[in-house]
């Protein structure tokens, strides 16, 4: 078990079943475009420290690659969102290694056995509104068998990628990563080459 010092009390809104990815080491990229409600600068990574906060999307499992399907098919999560005053478990807890804004497709084509994501969703993403162009983040995940509990409440809804947590979310925990320090620092090595 690890030591995270410096938790962050703020949550990244990824999708359910990349979370499963993410917590079975099946993945350790992030590639977003962001939220309607991204505000006026849109998005970006602007923390690089966050726990993972899985959303229910009802078509995301149309949206993944088909060789991934069966590797994520029985998602943890539950599978529609959570009502006002509904319990909310997060224990997985993310770090960016490398962060940058890609503008070329053909370097977006070299991420694509790193998610689980299809080629039609990702190039959706990559095209939409004028520039042509994604976030990538390659992020560390931990797990802790000390989950921050919280119950869901309106400020947690809406289409954006960030969300402030309660205070309790920067209280001490232990966490294990989900890849060990060699699988990982390959995985690195390899996504350097690529960028």
Known sequence: MNRIFGLSAVAFKEWSLICDALAAGIQSVILRKGGIAEGQRGFYFKHDRFWLYPTQFHTQKALISS?????????????TSPDIGEPILLDLFATIERKKKIDHWETVKKLENFHIWNEEIIRERFNYEKNSS???????????????????????????????????AERDRAFHPILSDEKFAKLLTAIEQIL
């Open 67 to 79: 060789a991934s399907m069966n590797q994520v098919a029985a998602s943890r999560y539950q599978e």
């Open 134 to 168: 994604l976030w990538f983040a390659f992020i560390r995940v931990y797990r802790t068998e000390n989950p921050l509990f919280l119950q869901m409440n309106r400020s947690f809804q809406g289409c954006r990628s960030w969300i402030k947590l309660p205070d309790e």
